[in-house]
Nanobody
Framework: QGNLVESGGDSVASGQSLRLSCDVSLYMGTPAFNTYSMGWFRQTPGKEREGVAVITSEGFADYAAFVRGRFTISHDRFRGTVNLQMNNLIPDDTGTYYC?????????????????????????WGQGTQVTVSS
């Protein structure tokens, strides 16, 4: 684990929206982080951590198929945050959501693995925030 801080998790009903935020400002402007990728991942008990969305420092993004069209990842350079807007939530979206950052990680590397399987190439993590979606 690292020292990123996630926020925004909550319990909501199906069809509602949530916006998660992660503070990555500690790494902004440091020499090692002139280029980087950030991601949102989720995990439920007994399952592997799966990637949800990834965005690069240049603003290129990709999504796991199961959230494409419903979730949007964004990077606010001024505030030093990476955000995940989640719309039309379904019960299968329930889990602990983690953000991660990795210097010099290219989107093509993530895409070669598939966003959903990309957790192993990220090295700095947060503690997670819980999202619960009821039917």
């Amino acid at each position: 684990q690292g020292n990123l801080v996630e926020s925004g998790g909550d319990s909501v009903a199906s069809g509602q929206s949530l916006r998660l935020s992660c503070d990555v400002s500690l790494y902004m402007g440091t020499p090692a982080f002139n280029t980087y990728s950030m991601g949102w991942f989720r995990q439920t008990p007994g399952k592997e951590r799966e990637g949800v969305a990834v965005i690069t420092s240049e603003g290129f993004a990709d999504y796991a198929a199961f959230v494409r069209g419903r979730f949007t990842i964004s990077h606010d350079r001024f505030r030093g945050t990476v955000n995940l807007q989640m719309n039309n939530l379904i019960p299968d979206d329930t889990g602990t959501y983690y953000c991660a950052i990795q210097p010099k990680l290219r989107l093509t590397t993530v895409q070669a693995l598939g966003v959903a399987k990309s957790s192993k190439v990220f090295g700095i993590w947060g503690q997670g925030t819980q999202v619960t979606v009821s039917s």
